[in-house]
């Protein structure tokens, strides 16, 4: 109820814990990558080092980058936050464009040697973007144009965008962390309400009109797993996390990254994890992430700054809903296309942004007020 | 709650995120992980076994490894069929090679392959993702690891994968007995086919682990059984016979211009198969490129009416059961006999010949007539002991029965058919056998054409010659060879007698049957010769068959040259099978066999000195001066060693019977005299030479009795 005014960086130290968990996560990906990627690996490169190299130079540089943005004051962000939005917009919008041309779902630019992958510097322009504005417009936010709209569109532009690709996945997990941030920020909840029916209703359309998503649809309602068709993956995945068992078959060992797992070292990840380690190693992967969340959203609390707390509550939010989406698709029941496990999928732009966007979060946690000020914030 | 709270509050707007909003979605988190959670527990740890079983089913696979085939080797050791191991599939992928690199590629591969850059290039032409460019590229040590530098230089372009080649190195030599294994190194025919299972040996298995797109990944410590090489097989057949016996037959057929021939040689007292070959030949290397006919073994598979060679049978037959004596005289219709509505026919006319020469000459209407002395159902089973009808077991694939009809759908003139070697169909195999019982003293024997298999796990399997039946009492074979003897010394097969040895053989000219139209063509022949030597004791056995020789067609012209060219080649390179005290013995073979004289009236002393000289042994029934009696009558063969059994007495009687005296081919005064001398009265018809007496010579009569005897005033047959 009393409103913390003082910006003050060395009032706490970055959260260690946080970056503890990344640096774990990270390392835990490079050796799963190493594996699950090693078929491909040899069949694309000749080599089986060839992609965990791949892997441990976006590490490096990711870590890089993050101790850059973990120096860098979060409020700085606050400028880049609109010409980083339509950045991201620009370069979906020549994603879709290359697609048109070359007549096939493109999701990459090709930057000499590396491929970018715009969508994943969408989701975080967006939430850069949700945070600046509705810290922008603290006051005004309980108008409907302010408070959702604006914030909203910002977030449906680039979904819409992404679900041309056609990404599916991302394009409703960029809506729904918008819609997750919107609700953070205090847009009131009725409007809220009002504008999720549309998006549910457009997540309907958008699978009745493509009939591959209907037959996924279909396969979901009839409960049965089609192992040889649309349902192959998923239960490929099964097979990966059940041949684990409780503790795994040991480091390399995987029969699943045998090309019967396709994705096994990006999407699918986590079932090689669970193959490899057994329930416990799937287990500990995901007690990580839930601290990670709690950790971020315990940042966010105590961020003394309403952007920075918005922001900090924003990376948390993708991240977190990027993991858990990733491990309920792979244990779950509903065939449908994947999405990067946060620090462990194999992908340059993935990993190099993610990890920047955790720097950013340290460096809001160096602005907490170690929840001295707040009595009700004792636990986060 | 807080969140109601924060939206009555004017400063709310200030605040950071509340931790009441921050729980909510937290708690959206939990849901999400505690469904996660579940999924893991489901998966991992209740579902756990079914999950591990189909993974690894998936995954997991065995793969045969395969076993070396044996090998196939003659008598003396010689192989006639091996596998390779130093032997690569090479294959490539076209697409593969890059532009830039296929001229280098082409070159290299040329020289190591040694294929024209031509071939190379068209072979890569075939197809543009997987081409073979040699199935079996054998290797040295040299191109082997030159090989194998491509390999790793162009691979995934160029693979190498090693294979078995099966190899003939003997080439088309005994190739139809061996037979041919496929390029899968699966035996299709002659030995190779029949013995597959033994040669193939077991195939090892390994547990392989293979990726969803069937890919084998290599990794270690992974269960294996290796493969156990196929087991060994030892022929009789002789290399070097064979090559002599497929050189001659194929000689015999250009010279008589026939379409194809037979030959076969074995051992007649063990039943082994020395060489066996049928002419057209073919090359195992191109195996595609030859007719059924030239890859088939024909004297196993093939059945045709053999003619006169057969008349051993019908003769057997006669005189085991002592139906005639070989001194019976038919009378041969001088070419000519109606039968039922049927002519049979010789090829050289004959009035009167005895029971020998009707077989020496090979007269068909005289073995008919003396056939009659047989009842079909005789004739029959004799046929059928001699193992006609039958198949002999030998290990060939298709081997051929032979057509017999039993007795009870023969027609009127189906015996006499028979006894001339018609209306039966036999293959040269079973021909060999017959008269393989014939020159081993009346044993029946089973082919022999294994002599040994070593099988996979080493258990060592020796074939003994094994007995069908005994068919013929040895005194009936032992006539059987003199007969044969004499068909050779001066009847139809003289052109197989080889110089100091005694061969004894028969020859055999058969219609050829018309399978179009029925019946036999006018003019097309099969021809045949079948013998063996030393007639008495007899180590080689011969079958040459040749199908309807264009120019000459007598068994005896056409394939009696043959046998006998063979037979030559093999005494030489053979000579090491045989002593030198058996071969001085052959030298002298020609006495060995004698027509006893009549010893009956004389005294005993001449007599003894007379069996002394034909090297036969005597026992005497009781005691005299003078022989009264001879237990084997006059004018039979015996042996050399043969005991004869003389009876005794002090004095000559006056018989009231006296034994008529052969007077034929005498003239009519010496004729007459015999008659005279002997107590017979003549009574003569004609002039010149005796050609027919009645009774005939050795029957008795009264003293005083007349006998007719038949002369003409040209001389008859030559002897």
Redesign the interface.
Known sequence: MKKRTTINENDSKADGVLFGIVMFLAIAGLITVYSAGSERSVSFYGSPHAIVIRQAIFLILGLGILFLTQKVPYQWWRFAALPGWILSVGLLAVVLIIGEVTNGAGRWIQLGPVKFQPSEAAKFATILFVAAWSSKNQDNLKDFRYGIAIPLAAALIPALMILRQPDLSTAFLLAMVAIALIFLSGAKLKHLVLVALPVLGGAVLAVIFKPYRLTRVKTILAGELDRYGDGYQLYQSWLGFGRGGLFGTGPYESYQKLRFLPDAHTDFIYSVIGEERGFIGAAIILVLFLIFIWRGYRISARCTDRFGSLLAAGITTVIGMYALINMTIATGKVPTTGLPLPFISYGGTSLVLTLASVGILLNISKFTSNGKIQSSNRGW | M??R???S?K?????????G??VS??LG??V??S???F???T???I??E???S???N??LGTESIPAARGTIRDVNGKILAVTLSNCFEVTAHPNLIKEDEKSEFIDTLSTVLRISKQELRKRLNQHPKFVYIDKSLRVDLESDSLLRGLEKKYSPALALRQVFDRDYPNGRIAAQITGFANYEGEGITGIEGVFNDVLMGIPGEEVV?????G?E?DLPDLPKRPALPGGKISLTIDVDVQAIVEEELARGVEESASVGGMAIITEPRTGAILSMCSFPYYDPKDYGKYSTKARKNRVVTDAFEAGSVLKIVPFAALLQTKRISVYDLVFCENGRWKIADRFIRDSSPHAYLTARDVLVFSSNIGTAKLTENLSNKELFTWMRSFGFNAETGVPQYGEAEGLLLNPSDWSLVTKANLSMGHAISVSTLQIAMAYGAVANGGDLMEPLLVKEIVSPQGDVQEFKPQRVRNCMQPSTARALRMLLTEAVDRGTGTRAKIENVSVAGKTGTAQLVNLKKGGYYQDRYVSSFAGFLPADQPELLGVIVLEDPQNQYYGGTVAAPVFNRIMKRLLVSMSDRFTEEEAAKWASREKDHVILPEFVNMPKTLVEERINQLGLHVRYEEKGKFVLAQGVPEGSMVCEGDTIVLRLGESIPQLAEVKVPDVRQKTLREAIRLLSAAGVQPEIKGEGVVQFQHPPPGTMIKRGNSCTITATLKKGRDT
């Not at chain 2, 682990?209 to 797109?213: C, I, R």
């Open positions: 807080s969140r709270r924060n939206s509050n400063t709310i707007s200030r605040d950071p995120v509340t931790r909003k921050l979605v937290y988190f939990l999400i992980a469904y996660v959670m999924r893991l527990v998966l991992q740890i579902n756990h079914e999950y591990a189909n993974a690894e998936q995954v682990v293979k990726d969803a797109l890919y990944i």
